[in-house]
């Protein structure tokens, strides 16, 4: 990558660090940013990102950390945060992006923690930016094996992916992009738990959701590679009536992912 683009990546990952702080998506060391260097056909990975253990409302250019993808710090003089592993199992996963954000938005975390899946899709734009399912990653301690392979597959079905009892985690071809993703996620939570406060979330019918879904998700852009087309299966968009696929099992059985999402709803 040119250096001016490099450095037009610093500038965007400390304007997207500041804009989630102002929001009130991060406090204390919460979140993390990335944005991959490399190129296809490049030797080794380099990832640009936000360091461990400072406010995301204080982050400077020179803060910034450049890791590898063996997660060793090859530029800047701070440490690398303890959940970059799920960033680059996200870049490994889907060469078509370029940058991940994770954040913790106060409602769509609220429903993460609370274990209530978020309703998905129950308005008609979202379907056209999202897709018809929001995966949610079932919770793993800190440091146990498996998160990185259930990320990965929940990529495969989104561009964002709740966390259970954790938070949000967006990707894109731009940090505007994922953070607007993200932006929606987190109105589309707020507008569901006023929803639940009047009476209950009226889910679209199924036919709708085909319909939408059939156009396919927003690809990355810019795409840092050419990206494979995304067909929505007929099970995956009947499914996301009900609302967020839950990830479960070893293997990427889009028909078990809308089956649990199923049970979780009747």
Not at 210 to 237: C, D, F, N, W, Y
Request: charged residues 20%; neutral net charge; proline residues 9%.
């Amino acid at each position: 990558m040119q250096p001016t683009a490099i450095e037009a990546l610093r500038r965007d990952i400390v304007r997207t660090s500041h804009a989630l702080h102002a929001r009130g998506w991060v406090a204390n060391h919460d979140g993390n940013l990335s944005a991959r260097l490399d190129e296809p056909g490049d030797d080794a990975m380099r990832v640009l990102c936000t360091p461990t253990a400072v406010s995301k409302g204080d982050v400077r250019p020179e803060w910034l950390i450049v890791v590898d993808g063996e997660r060793r710090v090859v530029e800047g003089t701070r440490r690398a945060f303890s959940e970059l592993s799920l960033h680059l199992a996200a870049f490994r996963a889907r060469p078509d992006i370029r940058v991940v954000i994770h954040a913790h938005p106060p409602t769509v975390t609220g429903f993460a923690v609370a274990g209530v899946p978020l309703p998905h899709p129950f308005m008609a734009e979202p379907v056209v930016s999202l897709g018809p399912v929001l995966p949610v990653l079932p919770y793993r301690p800190p440091g146990q094996a498996g998160a990185e392979d259930d990320l990965a597959r929940a990529l495969g079905l989104a561009d964002a992916v709740i966390l259970d009892r954790h938070g949000l985690l967006t990707v894109g071809g731009s940090f505007e992009q994922a953070l607007l993703r993200m932006e929606l996620v987190e109105h589309q939570a707020r507008i569901a738990l006023v929803a639940h406060q009047l009476g209950g979330v009226r889910p679209l019918p199924a036919a709708d959701v085909s319909t939408l879904a059939a156009r396919g998700r927003p690809a990355s852009e810019p795409a840092r590679a050419p990206a494979a087309s995304t067909p929505v299966s007929s099970a995956v968009a009947a499914a996301s009536e009900q609302g967020s696929a839950t990830l479960t099992g070893a293997r990427p059985d889009v028909r078990s992912v809308v089956s649990d999402a199923l049970s979780r709803f009747r």
